[in-house]
């Protein structure tokens, strides 16, 4: 077991190192629920077969010890060499190829229940949602409110709360599944959306904006519009950049683009059923539904509403629209 054990550690250590230096493409979720069966099965292994051998061997052990013992007080000899509580502790002992997976399942399936069904962590890797998130924001993501999903393959278990406009949503990157996105939903399924020369549309009707005091991006060092806008029920700020065009350069050939009418003042969408246009608030620096697409239900992962860090600046943590 030994061997076999050093090989399964081996294979994890080669898969996470070769993700971590882009030699492969890895899958987290995949390699937690790996983790999760084979400690789980060790686990199983310890509590059912390991663990009583080693209890059954100790018991041998104390048992001859107390016959010797008897025996040799027979013969008057009181004084018996041999710690009896350091020897069976040696023999209940875990080996280390057991404390290295079984010892691990408890943290390893409660860190998989807490990432599968309640809340998943992300990091902002863009400026795509600046100004309501940061580059460096980590976050964190509601599994549960659209519905329960089974972990790997995404498969819905139950049905939730649908969407609904103004959400800020994490989902699997249509044109790369194995990429996760975050954006704010902008149109539901059936939802005419039209975003013509910097202004949003929904099924005719514009939707509210207001003019706030511009806001300075640290990172590109410049001013930009600012504004805040009312999708339902919630209010979020976006920005605008003068200096980029209003129409849409290099939109895919994506599934639904005959729905779309792009022009050189932006583009108007019909949302197929099943499907969520998405939106980034850095509206002029955001690759989002207007150049690849619309987003299948299949692929929402969870709703985001959360910064618990960004190290480079603390006071960004709080909740967020």
């Not at 993700?19 to 069966?37: D, H, M, P, R």
């Not at 139950?158 to 949503?169: A, F, I, L, N, S």
């Not at 619309?294 to 910064?307: C, D, L, S």
Request: glycine residues 8%; contains cysteine; charged residues 20%.
């Amino acid at each position: 077991m030994q061997a076999i054990t050093s090989l399964v550690l081996a294979a994890f250590a080669v898969y996470a190192g070769s993700w971590y230096t882009g030699l492969i493409e890895g899958n987290f979720a995949l390699l937690l629920f790996l983790a999760t069966v084979v400690t789980g099965t060790y686990w199983l292994a310890e509590r059912f077969y390991f663990l009583p051998q080693r209890q059954n061997a100790a018991a041998l052990l104390e048992a001859s010890d107390v016959k010797r013992r008897a025996d040799l007080g027979k013969m008057g000899i009181s004084q018996v060499d041999g710690n009896m509580v350091e020897a069976k502790n040696r023999i209940l002992m875990q080996p280390w190829w057991l404390d290295w997976t079984a010892g691990l399942f408890p943290v390893i399936i409660s860190v998989f229940f807490l990432r599968s069904f309640l809340v998943e962590p992300f990091k902002i890797p863009s400026g795509s949602m600046i100004p309501t998130l940061l580059v460096g924001d980590l976050i964190l993501v509601n599994k549960f409110t659209y519905g329960l999903r089974l972990p790997v393959l995404n498969t819905k278990i139950t049905e939730g709360t649908p969407p609904q406009r103004g959400d800020v949503m994490v989902f699997r990157y249509p044109p790369k599944p194995s990429l996760d996105y975050i954006k704010r939903v902008v149109g539901l399924p059936g939802d005419t959306v039209a975003y013509i020369n910097k202004r949003l549309t929904i099924n005719g009707q514009p939707v509210a904006t207001t003019t706030l005091p511009e806001f300075f991006d640290d990172d590109a060092m410049r001013y930009f519009k600012q504004f805040e806008e009312g999708l339902g029920d919630k209010k979020h700020k976006l920005l605008n950049d003068d200096e980029r065009p209003a129409f849409v350069p290099g939109a895919d050939n994506f599934a639904g683009r005959d729905g779309c009418l792009y022009s050189v003042e932006g583009v108007t969408c019909k949302v197929p059923q099943g499907h969520y246009f998405m939106m980034g608030d850095n509206r002029d620096n955001s690759l989002d539904s207007r150049y690849w697409g619309f987003v299948p239900e299949k692929n929402i992962v969870g709703r985001a509403f959360f910064v618990w860090m960004n190290f480079g600046n603390p006071k960004r943590i709080g909740a967020f629209d």
